[in-house]
């Protein structure tokens, strides 16, 4: 079982995966947090963390009502049976960032979903929701492609493509299609750049991944 950060981190057998996550919670506590305190790697390692494998978002239905939609992310472990389900999701960026016509929004997929509690510096703990996500970058600035009329993004450079980010940027599920694939000397298909389905509505999304 999971119950500290140390764990998390020992459980995750991606070393990229590993060095992410640790420089990621480094950052977060230091730039996002109240905590404006000095934590040692110790101290890290100790901090009581719980993995989570799916979180609802509030997200727009057809008729402008708010609806519930779940986002998954096993990990490594296998869903339903198959494949783990690591779902793709739009995460809002900061305002100046538009990237044409995503408007602040990139796609990134998550692979880690866990909250970690933090004391802040009036001696409260507060709970906070955050995820490592492997992350894209839009392809033309983001503008659409004058044939396909869809978006293409591609895997972000090494440096910053897994980030550790809060889950409250999140604001729906997306879908992508795979549209170039790499082959790594074992044979495994690896894909690098997708096709953003911006025009997928929220019951066909659900009647495909549900």
Partial sequence: MIK?????IDNT???????????????????????????SDEQLHAMVLC???????????????????????TGSQSWCGGDQRNDW????????????ALNRHLLWQLQRLFTIKLLNEDGAFVEYWLALA???IPENSGNLDPVSKFVQVRKA??????????????????????????????????NEQWIVNSHIDLATWNDVYN
């Fill in 157 to 190: 450079p090494a440096a910053v493509a897994l980030q550790v980010f809060s889950m409250g940027n999140v604001v729906g599920c997306a879908h992508v299609i795979p549209e170039i694939t790499t082959r790594s000397e074992t044979g495994d298909g690896r």
């Fill in 134 to 136: 492997l992350t894209t």
């Fill in 89 to 100: 999701v739009w995460v809002m960026q900061r305002p100046w960032r538009c990237y044409g």
């Fill in 13 to 39: 057998h991606d070393a990229r995966h590993r060095v992410a996550i640790f420089s990621g919670m480094q950052e977060f506590i230091k730039h996002k947090s109240r905590n404006k305190m000095y934590i």
């Fill in 4 to 8: 500290d950060f140390g764990a998390l």
């Fill in 51 to 73: 993995i989570y494998h799916g979180i609802k978002v509030q997200v727009q239905g057809l008729y402008g009502e708010r609806i519930s939609q779940m986002c998954q992310c």
